[in-house]
């Protein structure tokens, strides 16, 4: 009877660490270039090159400037809605945020699309990239 109240705990906070791990953490799109930092839980993330307040993530890379998520709404245990504004301030996005087993998928949500940068010119990314955890 012990062994297995013993097993139960220990599933129990196997589970809760992984749920706390699974909001955090650095995810990369090797064919865009982008890289994507985030923590949804609390916003103590630094963005390098920028001096700025801590934020929930950032995106950088291929993209036009520096992406900063300033927003978080929890959907369910395996997503999230952030809002993500670019480090200008004159473009704002919706960023549908969808944690799979390998990392995690980024659907942009709206109207305004966010570019990357490819043979030197503005293209726009694809509605859904997918990132790999690092």
Same mark, same amino acid.
């Given at each position: 009877?012990?062994?297995?109240?013993? =097993?139960?705990?220990?599933?129990?906070?196997? @589970? *809760? =660490?992984? =749920?706390?791990?699974?909001?955090?953490? $650095?995810?990369?799109?090797? %064919?865009?270039?982008? /890289?994507? /930092?985030? +923590?949804? %839980?609390?916003?103590?993330?630094?963005?390098?090159?920028?001096?700025?307040? +801590?934020?929930?993530?950032?995106?950088?890379?291929?993209? +036009?400037? $520096?992406?900063?998520?300033?927003?978080?709404?929890?959907?369910?245990?395996?997503?999230?809605?952030?809002? =993500?504004?670019?480090?200008?301030?004159?473009?704002?996005?919706?960023?549908?945020?969808?944690? *799979?087993?390998?990392?995690?998928?980024?659907?942009?949500?709206?109207? *305004? +699309?966010?570019?990357? @940068?490819?043979? /030197?010119?503005?293209?726009?990314?694809?509605?859904?990239? $997918?990132?790999?955890? %690092?």
């Amino acid at each position: 009877m012990k062994k297995m109240i013993f =097993a139960c705990l220990m599933m129990l906070c196997g @589970i *809760t =660490a992984f =749920a706390q791990d699974m909001w955090k953490g $650095s995810f990369f799109n090797k %064919e865009l270039m982008i /890289r994507m /930092r985030i +923590n949804l %839980e609390k916003s103590d993330i630094p963005v390098p090159g920028l001096e700025l307040e +801590n934020c929930y993530g950032y995106i950088q890379g291929n993209v +036009n400037g $520096s992406w900063l998520i300033l927003k978080v709404k929890k959907l369910d245990d395996k997503g999230a809605v952030v809002r =993500a504004m670019c480090d200008r301030g004159d473009v704002a996005q919706d960023l549908e945020l969808k944690f *799979t087993n390998d990392g995690l998928e980024m659907k942009q949500v709206g109207g *305004t +699309n966010m570019k990357g @940068i490819a043979d /030197r010119k503005y293209v726009k990314l694809p509605k859904v990239v $997918s990132f790999v955890k %690092e």
